[in-house]
């Protein structure tokens, strides 16, 4: 049996989307941090973070973490077409 924190670092390809669904709640603290500045490394200042409609939690840790990093210029609701309530847009400093 293999302990899930014991699992190898997995690799998401930085291009503008990170979609939370694939991930633990206790992870989006350090992921989306982490994928954000990877996103400004490779010049890509618009994200969109997938965190779901659910119950309103994770978009709320989300956007928690977004209002405490200098690197975010500002976010808001996705628009219909991408994700509504459901996905949070992110604008980031060059």
């Known amino acids: 049996m293999i302990d899930p924190d014991d699992s190898e670092p997995?690799?998401?390809p930085v291009e503008g989307t990170l979609?939370?669904?694939t991930f633990?709640?206790?992870d989006v603290k350090d992921?989306?941090?982490e994928y954000l500045k990877a996103c400004r490394r490779k010049g890509v200042l618009r994200v969109r973070i997938v965190h779901g409609k659910g119950s309103g939690i994770l978009q709320r840790?989300?956007?928690s973490i977004?209002?405490?990093m200098p690197e975010v210029a500002s976010f808001e609701t996705a628009e219909p077409d991408e994700g509504s309530w459901g996905a949070?847009?992110?604008r980031l400093r060059e």
């Open 10 to 12: 997995v690799e998401i």
């Open 24 to 26: 633990r709640p206790s």
């Open 61 to 63: 840790t989300v956007r």
């Open 31 to 33: 992921l989306v941090p």
């Open 88 to 90: 949070t847009i992110v």
């Open 19 to 21: 979609d939370l669904h």
């Open 66 to 68: 977004l209002g405490k």
